[in-house]
């Protein structure tokens, strides 16, 4: 008699066991499937996040293009070889690694090579081509590099391009034709390479344009005319696909310009005069085109000056001078609109080719020297004297722009 209510316990234990079985395999699969998705929207599914598929936040920088950058701890230099060939050098900047040596990246240019970051930080390039195209490379970076270079179309475009990210991260490239008038093209998208037809500009150039996002976010385009008078197109608006009417500068000038913002957010530009000496015209409050009007600021020019900020924001302007040393000057102060005495810093340099600053705060001259190789010299500290003298470790065999 005691056997039978045993064995129905027996079988009712057996069937909550199964119940249970069944609820624990169950359950936390309802419950796991109701947690949002922690993913970024597009990643596919099964991808963990973290991958390179991302999306990248937009990394917008407000330096033009230059034929020089800092990566980290380096400086990658990009110049024209003697075929026209796109070269390109790592200035590891340490007595005990040397530059990595040059190395062909494919196209061939018409004029320098110059280098900027994308959206997504992604060091690229564009030249002049032999056809009279403009050309791009997307990845130029040291560690990535590709020899695949895009038509970007245009045609009898002469020179080196002019390229920098507007207020939104896109990649704005400004060229010259041979009949002096000025063209320009954008991406569509950020980070894409997609671009616009070329539209021509209502500012002619004689020499080579500059440009720079100015401090209130807009592209200005800057040339100088065949009448020897420079001219700034500014955008309507931060990304505008506008343009303002041209503001004429005046001056009396003969090469290319050359143009920085100062650490109030002004913009300087300068050029060579016709009596060869260096002219400066400065903004009178940041972008608000309002401009001071043309000052000497001395010296004797072969060629265009450079222009940049030091390790102390201080605008230093750099030339070479008629024996072929190269010398600079810079701005006594932030409110005077004087200049130092240009100092000699060496060299026997044909040809300069950029400045860069450095992770120690040091500004880093290279020039293609009178011999045809690449050369370099550096300050002994931030903002700082003296320099070394002029390294010839780069080497290289460039011909004379």
Known sequence: MSAVPRRHNDQKLLVLVGIGGILLTVVPFLVLSRIPDSRPAGTPAGMPTGTASMAQPVQITPQPATSVRLAGDRVVVFAKGGDGAVLRNVDNLTAEKP???WVDLGGRAAGQ?????DARGRMGAFIVGVDGAVWRNPDVDPTTATSTWRDLGGRQFV??????QDARGR???VARSSDGRLWESHQ??????????WRALPIGAASDPAIYRDSHGKIRILAVGSNG???VLSQTAPAAEDWSAPVDLGGQLTTAPAAVLDSKGRMHVFARGVDGSCQHNGETNPGTGQWLGWNSCGGQLVGSPLAVLDGKNTVVVFAISPSGS???TWRKSDIQNTWMPWKDIGGNIADLVGVALDHRGRLIVYGVGKRGGMEQTHQAGRAAGPWSSWSTELGGVFPPD
């Open 99 to 101: 530059p990595s040596g």
């Open 113 to 117: 090579p110059v280098v900027v970051n």
């Open 159 to 164: 020179g080196t391009p002019a390229a920098a």
């Open 171 to 173: 990649l704005v490239v």
């Open 188 to 197: 569509k998208e950020v980070a894409t390479e997609t671009w616009t037809d």
């Open 229 to 231: 008078r420079m001219a």
């Open 326 to 328: 190269v010398s600079h």
